[in-house]
Nanobody, 124 residues
Framework: QLQLVESGGGLVQAGGSLRLSCVGS????????MGWFRQTPGRERDFVAA????????AYEDSVKGRFTISRDNAKSTVYLQMNSLKPEDTATYYC?????????????????WGQGTQVTVSS
């Protein structure tokens, strides 16, 4: 069973930056595509960004393009989400997730492994 642990959330003013980190098992983590998702109360968990095993294929939700950057360091079993130019509408609980296979995709149903979430709050 792959365990993922997120960190880096917090309270930031609009226009500020945060970097989220997610650490998992080295043996399993390094082979799987990884994703970041976010959720607000009363809403489903929505896709934010995804990255394949090599970092060669990346996808972003439209509203974060140009502001967020996903990256990974397989030697450290870590995936990152650098968030710049944050907006109040980015406020959510952010979750990292790992696929249990080696296929490319970014629907939440395709990710069986999830972290506990880290809260990001952006004030105006």
């Amino acid at each position: 069973q792959l365990q993922l642990v997120e960190s880096g959330g917090g309270l930031v003013q609009a226009g500020g930056s945060l970097r989220l980190s997610c650490v998992g098992s080295k043996r399993t983590f390094s082979s799987f595509p990884m994703g970041w998702f976010r959720q607000t109360p009363g809403r489903e968990r929505d896709f934010v960004a995804a990255i394949d095993w090599s970092g060669g294929r990346i996808a972003y939700e439209d509203s974060v393009k140009g502001r967020f950057t996903i990256s990974r360091d397989n030697a450290k079993s870590t995936v990152y989400l650098q968030m710049n130019s944050l907006k109040p509408e980015d406020t959510a609980t952010y979750y990292c997730a790992a696929r249990g296979d080696y296929k490319w995709g970014y629907d939440r149903s395709e990710y069986p492994y999830w972290g506990q979430g880290t809260q990001v709050t952006v004030s105006s």
